[in-house]
């Protein structure tokens, strides 16, 4: 296969027909058209084997991961998902690796209606690298800059999960050895993170501020406060812990997954006072757990306290590309 097959190849795999593409994948730029009074909220991601995602992940996983994080973003951003464009570098061409791939990328964008208009195909050490597109009214985006003293904060799902699949696939010793079911619960949390599109789009207009969880909780709860000029601060007794990662790990352990793991794709955010009731009516028709965590304050830095307010020496670290 070369890389024309593989570009017919990936279009007949991921089309998905929207009204709002006028000119798809095949000519030199596709030609879209952006929605009257709406925003266009655009973000890229990119996967680098080995970095994001261990050697020996399913192709399928890694078609479906490569569009999950994008969505993650517009999710943070309460955006609605529209378009996407696809850049694969790869050592060769595997017509089975790139089915699975495609199908893993496809399955996920028929769920969110998200068009593959278009990309780029080259040769050299494997990375996907997707931008996506979506619609929020002008003004309604969840931004990072828009919470204030005296908002709770409140995470989707089960922070922690992702990290703890991660050191089952690297074969790290846990505090207690997974049952097979459990192990599967936690790898499926690593493999395929489901972005909160219908979260975010449901806490516009509710949500003060929001964004999603990709690089270590206590670290990407800090972007908010910082970008609103505020501290946070985090009870670590309300963190929730699902059943597999709460029997899979000591006290210890669990914080540091919870708190400074990564891969986790969930929102964050800051929800005023008297719109809480609104926010979890919201996330419950949403399906989605979304429990209180903490407080933003006057200050700066994330403080992690226990229930009675003392303050534990939590793992800080997150996720940092060049950190020294
Ligand atoms: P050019 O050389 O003019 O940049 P390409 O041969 O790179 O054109 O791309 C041809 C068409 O295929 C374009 O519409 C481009 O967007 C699309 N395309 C290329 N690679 C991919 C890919 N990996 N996924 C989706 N579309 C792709
Ligand atoms: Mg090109």
């Given amino acids: 296969m070369g890389e024309f097959a593989l570009i017919e190849e990936v279009r007949r795999r991921c089309a998905i027909a929207r009204d709002d593409v006028a000119l798809g994948i095949g000519d030199d730029a596709a030609l879209l058209q952006p929605r009257d009074g709406e925003e266009l909220a655009v973000s890229m991601d990119t996967l680098v084997a080995g970095v994001h995602f261990p050697p020996g992940t399913a192709p399928f ?9 994008n969505l993650s973003d517009l999710a943070a951003m309460g955006a609605e998902p529209a378009w996407a464009m696809l850049a694969l570098t790869l050592p060769s061409i595997d017509a089975d690796w790139l089915a699975g791939f ?15 208009v278009g990309g780029d195909t080259t040769r050299g050490p494997l990375a996907i690298t997707v931008t996506v597109h979506g619609f929020v009214p002008r003004g309604a985006a969840l931004r990072r800059d828009g919470a204030r003293a005296g908002d709770r904060i409140f995470v989707s799902g089960h922070p922690g999960d992702a990290a703890a699949g991660l050191a089952c696939v690297l074969g790290a010793t ?7 079911d459990d192990r599967e619960y936690l790898l499926q949390r690593l493999n395929r993170p489901v972005p909160r599109v219908s979260l975010g789009l449901a806490l516009r207009g509710i949500a003060g501020a929001a964004i999603d ?25 309300r963190l929730p812990v699902s ?8 006290v210890e352990q669990l914080l540091r997954w919870q708190l400074a793991g990564g891969d986790d794709y969930e929102l964050c955010c800051a929800v005023p006072p008297e719109r809480i009731a609104q926010a979890r009516a919201a996330a419950d028709r949403c399906g989605i757990a979304f429990t209180e965590i903490g407080t933003f304050d006057h200050g700066s830095g994330v403080r992690v306290v226990a229930a009675d307010g003392s303050e534990i020496a939590a793992p800080r670290g997150g996720w940092e590309h060049f950190a020294a």
Avoid: M, T
Avoid at 174 to 180: E, F, H, N, Q, V
Avoid at 217 to 235: E, F
Avoid at 243 to 250: E, M, N, W
């Fill in 243 to 250: 059943a597999p990662l709460a029997r899979v790990g000591d």
């Fill in 213 to 237: 969880v990709s690089d270590g909780l206590s670290q990407d709860l800090g972007h908010i406060g910082a970008r609103s000029g505020l501290g946070a601060i985090l009870r670590a007794d």
């Fill in 102 to 116: 495609c199908d893993g990328f496809g399955a996920l964008a028929r769920e969110h209606r998200v068009a593959l």
């Fill in 174 to 180: 846990l505090p207690r050895a997974p049952s097979g």
């Fill in 61 to 69: 996983d890694i078609g479906w991961k490569a569009l999950a994080v």
